[in-house]
């Protein structure tokens, strides 16, 4: 094993590789450990503010392995549990605190809502007049990066872990797709295993492979005023998002850190290689003005003298979410970089995560949201780059409402029929690049967000009336950013079959839904296969899943004779869903779309005025439907057919939004958002979706059925919906039974049919699992600080019989 980077992060997994009985590992650094951009850290270590259990868990872990490293390796980390505290000032940011805290206590970080006042006696020097609360953590606070990595490394030592320093790696050997070692300007290491940790040259350093790392470094700043009176170093870290600012004693005196709104991407091309220990002249004219508003919560930093303005390089990626995991380009392959300003607060996590996912297999926590193949290589685009960074770093301290949009480096993706939805006055988010309609503005209306909220937004009423119109008549949806794939040759099915829980290698002319599993039985992909013909097939996976299950599925080739091509760009995907669309299917095709002719799954080519699509008959909304599979030359003729012979039922356009109320109403799950790679296929409740005697099992039978072998299960998702028709759930919001977290919500929506917000959670029951134990309960959610009381149900809440899919 080589790891490439001697920052805090390639010291942590170097340290937890060496834990797990993996000692033969180089740890290189091009310099001296530290001189990339550990070194000039702000150090803060704080637990709160993310709504992912993953990310949470990897804060903590870290706290906890920085208050007891020193007495491991001799060498402290420099880690002052002195608290911390997060200050909302607007209605929109205490409300998202108070959703955030109360996550944050159901992962067991200990957070208190306190008062202005509170916030004044721990922190004198703070202005509080327009503060509305504080959250407080007793036991986060700072630490030092150069100490921490130090005795990271220190301890990587003592497990006999080699450290060398002043050895650049300048590429990498491979063979058949897989890494074979590292290229130095004084040789090669043989390795089995490469882990790029090389934080703002990480991206250069994968190019020479091919690899996509899409992180770009961006100017990072902080003042430090000279010492004063007045100022304890046993104060909490403050942290001020609305003026941009943090703040804490550093040397006698105070540190500012500043996160601005729009930042300053630094060296777009490449990142010169000897830039060790480097700073970056700051840009006073730019960065006045936010610093400014940042001095005037602690008014004291404006009178003091200034020690040093400093400017040094972080990098960020395209989602500000960390790149992690095995790279899609190749084998044994690793990455982890991109930490967008937290590598220190969750080095260790991070260290710990990927030593494990490298000697496991698989990572044993929920990586979906981080995973490197989530990524596409036009992000890597310098242009793309340069334009989405200037926003990534602002998102820091922005507040995070549901369903904004990221605005910058947009109109990457368009589907053929874009222009034809910006005629119907569609309003477009991001979707994996793509712009996705979300909602519709009515006719006289345009399409825009008037003012970003937690609760009822403008186009509240049009998504409304998008979702009726497909339980009650019938709506037409663009999804052509699904990933989709022809997969072909002599052996397709029985490769399909062996990676597949179901049967897929069936009649012609069947779609099917199904998972893939790893070895260990969790969930690498849930998805649907089509039968096309004996030895063609057709693969649909959602988008943020595209490269992982191209990837999955073309490592598991092995020597069959099988062929995937991705065909994602090639084919527009239009759906008509809803009671409606079978009469608006009919008047548009001479094929025989009848219940008995075309019943349910049924997959097949029919014309649509000069086209050939490939009709599919299944739903993801609850309702009767189909899925239009149409060449993209021809996507727009189709289109304007369907649409036009829409007007006589009644035909309305429906968006994302209308998406996820409806398939949230039905249960339907949505990989890396209600079930991830740490769930069972049980657990997940699609059991149902399993072949058990299928003749040549499939990959990760053995571990689900034992699963099932070794009695009820005691975890399990469960569908939420609250009694009460006001709140909103969106995600992270705590479920009880009996007043006791069990779990959380892990996606939501507004069931506008059921009559309020409803959701998926994973819920620890602790005991047997069963409708008994439903039923003894008394289930509550809290949202925002209130509780309300819910429904909790194992079958879909609506239509669980599912005669309306059937019809």
Known sequence: MVVVGGGIIGASVAYHLAHLGWTDVVLLE????????????????????????TSTELRRYTRD????????????????????????????????????????????????????????????????????????????????????????????????????????????????GTVTGVRTAYGDIEAEYVVNCAGM??????????????????????????????????????EDPASYGYFREESGGLMLGLFEPVCAPWQVDRVPADFSFGTITPDWDRMSPYLARAMTRVPISMDVGVRDFFCGPESFTPDLAPILGEAPELRNYFVAAGLNSIGILTGGGVGRTLARWIVDGRPDVDVTGFHIDRLHPYQRNPQYRATRTVESLGMVYECHYPGRSMRTARGAKRSPVHHRLVAQRAYFREVSGWEGADWYAPEGVEPA???LSWGRQNWFPYWAAEHHAARTGVILMDMSFM?????????????????????????????????WLNEGGTIEADLTVTKLDEDRFWVVATDTAH??????????LGDAHAFVTDVTSGYAQLNIQGPRSRELLASVTSADVSAQAFGYRAARYVDIGFAWVLCVRITYLGELGYELYVPAEQAVHVYDRVAEAGRAVGLRHAGLKALSSLRMEKGYRDYGH???????????????????????????RAAVEAARAAGPLTRRLVQVLLADPEPLMLHAEVVRRNGTPVGYVRSASYGFTLGGAVGLAMVDAGQPFDQSFIDSGEWTVEVAGTTYPATVSLRPLYDPANSRIKM
């Open 30 to 53: 091009r310099d001296r450990l530290t001189s990339g951009t550990t070194w000039h850290a702000a150090g803060l270590m704080v637990t709160f503010g993310s709504l992912s259990e």
């Open 65 to 176: 392995l920085f208050a007891r490293l020193e007495a491991e390796t001799g060498l402290a980390t420099g880690l002052k549990q002195v608290g911390f505290i997060e200050l909302a000032t607007e209605p929109g940011r205490l409300e998202e605190y108070r959703r955030v805290a109360a996550f944050n206590r159901y992962c067991g970080v200990e957070v208190h809502e306190i008062s202005p006042g509170e916030v004044k006696e721990l922190f004198p020097l703070a202005r509080t007049d327009d503060v509305l609360a504080g959250f407080y953590v007793p036991d986060d606070g700072r630490v030092n990066p150069v100490d921490a990595t130090m005795s990271l490394a220190r301890g990587a030592r003592q497990l006999g872990v080699t450290v060398v320093e002043g050895v650049p790696a300048t590429g990498f050997l491979t063979r058949n």
């Open 201 to 238: 040259w990480a991206r250069q350093l994968g190019e020479t492979v091919g690899v996509n790392i899409p992180l770009q470094a961006a100017e990072h700043y902080y003042l430090l005023t000279t010492p004063f009176d007045g100022i304890d170093g046993s104060w909490p870290v403050l």
């Open 449 to 451: 967000v008037e003012a």
């Open 483 to 515: 990933a989709k794939f022809l997969v072909q040759g002599r052996d397709a099915g029985r490769v399909l079959d062996r990676v597949s829980a179901n049967r897929v290698d069936g009649e012609p002319g069947v779609i099917t839904y199904t998972q």
């Open 547 to 556: 490269r992982h299950v191209e990837t999955w599925l073309r490592r598991h």
């Open 674 to 700: 209600d079930i991830d790679n740490t769930d069972s296929v049980l657990e997940a409740g699609l059991g149902f979706a399993v072949a058990w005697d299928k003749p040549g099992g499939f990959v990760g």
